[in-house]
């Protein structure tokens, strides 16, 4: 007889419950991780089926146990950073990836049986699911510590429909995913750890469809296209609220510094007009005889910045 059935059997006769698995070792490591376990079902002939998920439920990992066989299996997975080969060794093959741009899912299908593994295999699996956040947050660290200005990376999108800056766009076939229209390109639009992030460019905008200007409404109904597992309906309607912040600045700023290229090509007209009306000498000289000395100043400054001079 296995520990485990022989520890249940102990407890029973005690008056008492213990979790079977692992002789209850495997809960209590993830108990003391912090991991929250819940029981989701009992399927025929004794199968028992678990989620674990980490605090911020980003990362989960579904399994099942046989209490007649006490054999273990896993049947889904999803979160950031997952070692795909690790997946593989349990079954898993990666079905799509989930709304959130980094983040994947994996599961068996109708073409796979789940694959048998023992208590520390699935205690090992579980531990590099649920890390997986951690090594998306020091992958983003170092990706911004090596390009400091990365939001600015010139990467443009061949726009083939029209649309204006700040647009919203959606597209179902790259994982549910909501994106922006910021300059020349298409940004994947995404919260991660309570922050906005401006993810991977699009190369065009053929797989996405332009819904219009961001409203409150608009990107709570996108965001909740995404709705399913742990992933909830306040979680998603948190993001939106986000992501509708983040895009309000965004445009508040692309609009001052519209209005600020306005105001320089004004005044540039008015130069140019004004060379050719009074002629070069002439326009030396005005130059010259500017009583703003702060004026005189700030256009050395500009000249020098521009010439060698």
Same mark, same amino acid.
């Given at each position: 007889?296995?520990?485990?059935?022989?520890?249940?059997?102990?407890?029973?006769?005690?008056?008492?419950?213990?979790?079977?698995?692992?002789?209850?070792?495997?809960?209590?490591?993830?108990?003391?991780?912090?991991?929250?376990?819940?029981?989701?079902?009992?399927?025929?002939?004794?199968?028992?089926?678990?989620?674990?998920?980490?605090?911020?439920?980003?990362?989960?990992?579904?399994?099942?146990?046989?209490?007649?066989?006490?054999?273990?299996?896993?049947?889904?997975?999803?979160?950031?950073?997952?070692?795909?080969?690790?997946?593989?060794?349990?079954?898993?093959?990666?079905?799509?990836?989930?709304?959130?741009?980094?983040?994947?899912?994996?599961?068996?299908?109708?073409?796979?049986?789940?694959?048998?593994?023992?208590?520390? /295999?699935?205690? =090992?699996?579980? @531990?590099?699911?649920?890390?997986? +956040?951690?090594?998306?947050?020091?992958?983003?660290? &170092?990706? #911004?510590?090596?390009?400091?200005?990365?939001?600015?990376?010139?990467?443009?999108?061949?726009?083939?429909?029209?649309?204006?800056?700040?647009?919203?766009?959606?597209?179902?076939?790259?994982?549910?995913?909501?994106?922006?229209?910021?300059?020349?390109?298409?940004?994947?639009?995404?919260?991660?750890?309570?922050?906005?992030?401006?993810?991977?460019?699009?190369?065009?905008?053929?797989?996405?469809?332009?819904?219009?200007?961001?409203?409150?409404?608009?990107?709570?109904?996108?965001?909740?296209?995404?709705?399913?597992?742990?992933?909830?309906?306040?979680?998603?309607?948190?993001?939106?609220?986000?992501?509708?912040?983040?895009?309000?600045?965004?445009? /508040?700023?692309? =609009?001052?510094? @519209?209005?600020?290229?306005?105001? +320089?090509?004004?005044?540039?007209?008015?130069?140019? &007009?004004? #060379?050719?009306?009074?002629?070069?000498?002439?326009?030396?000289?005005?130059?010259?005889?500017?009583?703003?000395?702060?004026?005189?100043?700030?256009?050395?400054?500009?000249?020098?910045?521009?010439?060698?001079?």
């Amino acid at each position: 007889m296995k520990l485990s059935k022989l520890l249940k059997e102990v407890a029973s006769d005690h008056g008492f419950s213990l979790n079977e698995i692992d002789g209850g070792q495997l809960f209590d490591f993830f108990s003391r991780k912090g991991y929250e376990v819940k029981e989701i079902g009992t399927e025929k002939d004794g199968v028992q089926k678990y989620v674990v998920a980490d605090e911020s439920n980003n990362q989960f990992v579904h399994f099942q146990h046989n209490r007649n066989t006490d054999e273990l299996a896993v049947s889904q997975m999803s979160g950031y950073r997952i070692d795909q080969s690790k997946a593989n060794r349990a079954g898993m093959r990666r079905s799509r990836d989930a709304s959130e741009v980094g983040k994947t899912v994996y599961m068996t299908d109708g073409n796979y049986t789940p694959v048998e593994i023992d208590a520390m /295999e699935l205690r =090992n699996l579980v @531990s590099h699911v649920m890390t997986g +956040l951690d090594r998306e947050a020091k992958a983003q660290q &170092d990706f #911004y510590a090596k390009n400091p200005l990365a939001d600015n990376i010139n990467e443009a999108t061949q726009f083939t429909k029209p649309s204006q800056d700040g647009d919203i766009y959606y597209s179902e076939r790259e994982g549910k995913a909501i994106g922006i229209r910021k300059g020349d390109s298409l940004y994947h639009l995404y919260v991660f750890d309570g922050t906005p992030k401006l993810g991977k460019v699009a190369g065009s905008d053929r797989r996405w469809e332009n819904m219009g200007p961001a409203s409150r409404g608009l990107l709570a109904q996108l965001a909740l296209k995404g709705v399913g597992g742990l992933y909830g309906k306040d979680a998603a309607l948190a993001d939106a609220r986000t992501m509708l912040q983040f895009v309000s600045d965004m445009t /508040e700023s692309v =609009n001052e510094e @519209s209005m600020m290229n306005e105001r +320089l090509n004004v005044s540039r007209d008015l130069l140019t &007009d004004l #060379y050719k009306d009074r002629g070069a000498t002439a326009f030396a000289q005005m130059i010259l005889e500017l009583r703003d000395e702060n004026a005189l100043d700030d256009l050395v400054e500009a000249l020098q910045n521009q010439y060698t001079i």
